[in-house]
């Protein structure tokens, strides 16, 4: 009785562990071999794929596969992507052949080894900020409104130059655009982008961030992630033109800061278009009422910290501009759109450099500006 349980037990595990080989011969439309061709096969049930080339003949072979389904992948330059499913057998070894047309070869790459996805399938982290949060979470600058996101932080490195920072990179590893259209160029310096909080928050209605690996297909400079800037859309009217206008005032006690903005809008059916004005004054944030607690002066002799100089930072500026967007439709399928955007911050100044020092000057921030536009 032990023996025939045994070799029982032995048969199940010989057929559990049964595996087979699958090869074949991959050839262009005239029915030449196709060397050097890229080939991926990934098992229904597991998804994890191997990887092989065809030879000088055309060959390939993967081994050690156990019986099931796969999907097969074939990837050439200059043929299209080639796909089919297979079942490989414990019974005997699966020879085929494959046929490559011409046309072009995509290649979408995971961060996983030996995985591939169709990039509509691979996940992504995305925030999306809209435009309440936008308005309650940037009052002085637009970078604001990225404190309070998951996965990505606020950077200020004045109180009118701040960016939005990816996985703990920034600057020339985090691309922006507005409306995808670039707005990181090679000109701007190595740390963060000095005109992003020229973009005014009342221009846009959401902003968007990509982070991790995946923002890497919009350029060198994306490692971290991509943020895009979406702005306000101009609106088509009905069977008669529309006219709107909006006016919002805003005010901070903290910092005795003020501005407002106007938004004027007019649409047709074929057109559609808005001009929106902005300005405000930020003033100085003074904590105990501007009395410096770790002055010497205050410590050892008791006196107001500012009787000599002012160490505090200078934190107000000024920022106005506006932004003019139209829409014109001749057809159904087709839409022109224009925009463009004036930015101007005044009287800022650095939190680092206030008496100079190792050769610098006070660090005044004047008159940065900002054109952009697109068609």
Do not use: C
């Amino acid at each position: 009785m032990s023996l025939s349980v045994l070799m029982l037990l032995f048969a199940v595990n010989a057929r559990a562990n049964a595996q087979s080989s699958i090869s074949g011969t991959v050839k262009d439309q005239n029915g030449d071999v196709v060397s050097g061709a890229t080939i991926n096969i990934r098992s229904d049930r597991s998804r994890v794929g191997l990887t092989t080339s065809t030879n000088g003949d055309g060959e390939f072979t993967f081994k050690g596969l156990a019986a099931g389904g796969y999907d097969l992948r074939v990837i050439a330059q200059g043929f299209s992507v080639f796909e089919q499913e297979v079942q490989v057998t414990s019974s005997n070894a699966s020879a085929m052949t494959v046929t490559l047309s011409i046309g072009e070869s995509r290649v979408t790459v995971t961060a996983e080894i030996g995985r591939w996805e169709e990039a509509k399938n691979v996940s992504q982290a995305v925030n999306i900020i809209g435009t309440d949060q936008i308005l309650q979470r940037a009052p002085t600058v637009l970078a604001q409104a990225a404190e309070e996101e998951v996965g990505i932080n606020f950077q200020r490195t004045s109180p009118t130059i701040g960016a939005i920072v990816i996985r703990g990179l920034t600057g020339k590893n985090v691309v922006n655009f507005v409306d995808g259209v670039r707005y990181t160029n090679g000109a701007q310096r190595g740390g963060i982008n000095s005109f992003f909080n020229l973009n005014d928050a009342t221009n846009l209605q959401a902003i968007e961030v990509l982070r991790g690996p995946n923002g890497a297909q919009y350029g060198s400079d994306s490692l971290a992630g991509t943020v895009n800037l979406v702005t306000k859309t101009g609106v088509y009217g009905g069977d008669s033109s529309e006219f709107h206008a909006d006016f919002s005032l805003g005010f901070n006690t903290a910092d005795r800061s003020y501005g407002s903005n106007t938004l004027f809008s007019y649409g047709t059916q074929k057109f559609g278009g808005y001009v929106n004005l902005v300005g405000r004054r930020v003033g100085d944030l003074r904590t105990a009422d501007g009395l410096d607690s770790h002055s010497a002066i205050t410590r050892f002799l008791g006196l107001p910290s500012n009787i000599l100089y002012d160490r505090n930072p200078d934190t107000g500026f000024q920022q106005y501009g506006g932004a003019f967007r139209m829409h014109y439709a001749p057809r159904s399928d087709q839409q022109l759109i224009f925009y463009y955007n004036r930015g101007q911050q005044d009287d800022g100044k650095r939190h680092d450099q206030l008496v100079g020092g190792d050769g610098n000057l006070i660090a005044d921030l004047r008159n940065l500006m900002l054109d952009f536009g697109y068609v």
